[in-house]
């Protein structure tokens, strides 16, 4: 019985003092970020570690634990292969796990979770596009380093012959099965994070208000886990209030136009061609979306950004109707794209693209327009298969896409498909066809187009060589194709019934190492031009992506009764306020307050403004009522 018991505690033992040793390596490995951190901070990382680790553990040594019991009645050599098995499984996962942990997070900013399995199994090739083969290469051999280190620790430690010859037949099986039984049991303890309400979870970590040590005390493994429990469980998330609240606060977060659903208030709610309010002088103009892979604020001059990057933009900026205090939703492209073509929310827990039958449910600017008379086309470099994007787009109501595998193979040099200047000059190539063929005449149904850049992603590698540093470089590369695009555009007969919608899909890689939970790493850039819009603005209500829908739907006159989430930001009615999330964060700015809320940690990360703290509740009614969205959808 002794051999049993101290062979189930050098199990349960060993995982925990891995998982706390990786701490410390992960925080050598990003040593920039952690220059200055004191020693004592160190011991604080794995210190409050500790109870992920100990939990994990748990769940790891269950199955040694039943291997311990049967031990108890027959010691073939089947159960010491079993157990050798469990262990070469359990290296290899664990590898992988903090291997890929460990190169996503500099990209990521955010500890391993359940989202980039949903990108990888999608479309793989997508998936390590942003990395070099020799990256992956590298990363591989990582993998099996790491396994192979692994197992010889647990080999050397537990599953040597001599342990297993030593561990004979007991003569009261019974008394032994029963204690090993008790035991395994006693593992719920650690696993479940104690006896308190709350169960473990990855927030209990979180001690510091430097993230970054909080995220060094995360355990990868735990994290993953965690996030796999949570993809489908909508309804039962952030839970911050009783339904009633969260119901009153979200009516007076609402557009007007999604309180009175019915035709009549939609209608009341249209505008008037001559309006003050009206951003356009043609009542159904053609409509280009053109979302920017990445961009932000920072990269134009005239938002207090970078100079001599987005040159175009800014002279644009001159010309059109700019927002200036606009925000990201989120942080990936999957998110953004339903965010701004949909004016549907992102989630910090999932992303709604990888539920087909869900995203079929939501509304969407493409299926307004269409029922409204528009023609519909996506225009995309990349792989319109990656992250289920295809199957959002097609129930959105766009009846034709053009992706990676309609150019020439020629043409598909990028990681990502085919570079910018070429998707743009499809899209005029078609536009040119268009004006030939209907004799510079316009035609009887107005166009919604969209056309989304790739090339202003990871690695930067594009054919264009204005600026030394590659990032910025990819982004003027990428600016100056819409400035070509536009230049061109003006020569032909459909630019003055046209309205143009530049807005990123999400802030990117600039700034470099801008954290997730601060203000500035969601602002971006709107701006709308085109020989349809009435004259240059500048607009400065708050607003996040979501709210496009609404505002265009309304300057088109199409009700927008149906987008919940989504509210005009050019009508006085409608609550001024921008909404964004990151896993496991949300964040809700107005000008007297700018608030972001850590779920994990249960606490503000961000407070800032006049009236602090008044956008808390506001935020988390909102978010609540995201998820009991989702849930019935």
Known sequence: MKERLIGFLKTYFLFVCI???????????????????????????????????????????????????????????????????????????????????????????????????????????DAVASVSVWMVIGGIIAMVVYAAVLYGIFYIVLLRKGAFRRMKIPYRRLRVSGALLLLTGLLFIPIRGGFTVSTMNTGKVYFSTNQRLNHAAINPAFSLMESLSKQKDFGSQYRFMEADAADRIFSGLADPAVLKKDSA????????????????????????????ESFSSRLMTTLGGEPDVAVQLDSLAQEGVLFTNFYANSFRTDRGLVAVLSGYPAQPTTSIMKYPRKTQSIPAIAGSLKNAGYKTKYYYGGDADFTNMRSYLMSSGFEDIVADQDFPVSERLS??????????????????????????ARKDAPHFRVLQTSSSHEPFEV?????????????????????????????????????????????????????????????????????????????????????????????????????????????????????FTVPDAFGFVTPDNQLIFNNEADAIAVDEGSKKGQNLSLGQAYLQKLYDDIAKR
């Open 463 to 579: 054919p264009y060589s204005r600026l030394e540093n590659e990032r910025l470089n990819a982004f003027a590369y990428t600016d100056s194709c819409i400035g070509d695009f536009v230049k061109q555009f003006r020569e032909l007969p459909q630019w003055k019934n046209t309205v143009i919608v530049l807005v990123p899909d999400h802030l990117g890689a600039y700034p470099e190492h801008i954290g997730n939970l601060e203000i500035d790493r969601y602002q971006i850039p709107l701006l709308m031009v085109g020989g349809a819009v009435r004259g240059p603005r500048r607009i400065d209500v708050y607003g996040s992506q979501q709210d496009i829908a609404a505002t265009l739907l309304a300057q088109l006159s199409v009700p927008h009764g149906e987008f919940t989430f989504s509210k005009d930001m050019l009508n006085p009615a409608s609550p001024h306020f921008a909404f």
């Open 415 to 440: 990681k990502w498909g085919v570079h910018d200047h070429l998707v743009f000059r499809r899209l005029l190539d078609d536009l040119k066809m268009e004006a030939a063929d209907s004799g510079l």
């Open 19 to 125: 998982f706390a040793l990786q701490k410390p390596f992960f925080m050598l490995f990003y040593r920039p970020l952690y220059e200055g951190v004191s020693w004592t901070e160190w011991l604080g990382v794995m210190w409050h570690g500790l109870p992920l680790d100990l939990s994990l553990a748990g769940y790891l040594t269950a199955i040694p634990g039943l291997l311990f019991i049967c031990s108890a009645w027959a010691v073939p050599n089947l159960l010491r292969r079993i157990w050798c098995g469990y262990f070469i499984f359990v290296s290899v996962l664990l590898s992988i796990i903090f291997t890929v942990d460990l190169g996503l997070y500099e990209y990521w900013g955010f500890r391993l979770d359940a989202t980039p399995l949903f990108y990888f199994f999608s479309s793989p090739k």
């Open 265 to 292: 208030a939609a209608d009341a709610l249209r505008q008037a061609p001559d309006s003050l309010r009206s951003l356009f002088t043609v009542k159904h103009p053609d409509v280009l979306f053109v979302i920017m």
